[in-house]
């Protein structure tokens, strides 16, 4: 079992910088990849990256490579995403996601909401 909790979420500028945290815990945690998703609402929830567990390997959404770093802290289950040039479309609810080993995104944050505006 994975705990997450969302934070970072709020209100930026067209071309600001952000940078969501995302709190893992729960006897599953370190074993666990995590990734962050978003949805706008009314639309399909959409990927963004992903990070292995212990750090160990990632992968962005080909439309967000070049803008976007996922990172982990290993000793508090902590990841970090940052999204730089911040566009209007940017605008989303962003979750994490836990996937335990030969598993699938099965744990879920709440979410945080991110609002661009030029």
């Known amino acids: 079992q994975v705990q997450l909790a969302e934070s970072g979420g709020g209100l930026f500028k067209v071309g600001d910088s952000l940078r969501l945290a995302c709190a893992a815990s729960?006897?599953?945690?370190?074993?666990?990849?995590i990734a962050w998703f978003r949805q706008v609402a009314g639309k399909e929830r959409e990927f963004v990256a992903a990070i292995g567990r212990h750090g160990l390997g990632t992968n962005y959404a080909e439309s967000m490579k070049g803008r976007v770093t996922i990172s982990r802290d290993k000793p508090v289950n902590m990841v970090h995403l940052q999204v730089n040039s911040l566009k209007a479309e940017d605008t989303a609810v962003y979750y994490c996601?836990?996937?335990?080993?030969?598993?699938?995104?099965?744990?879920w944050g709440q979410g945080t909401q991110v609002t661009v505006s030029s």
């Open positions: 996601a836990a996937a335990v080993p030969d598993g699938a995104w099965d744990f």
């Open positions: 729960g006897p599953s945690a370190s074993e666990s990849a």
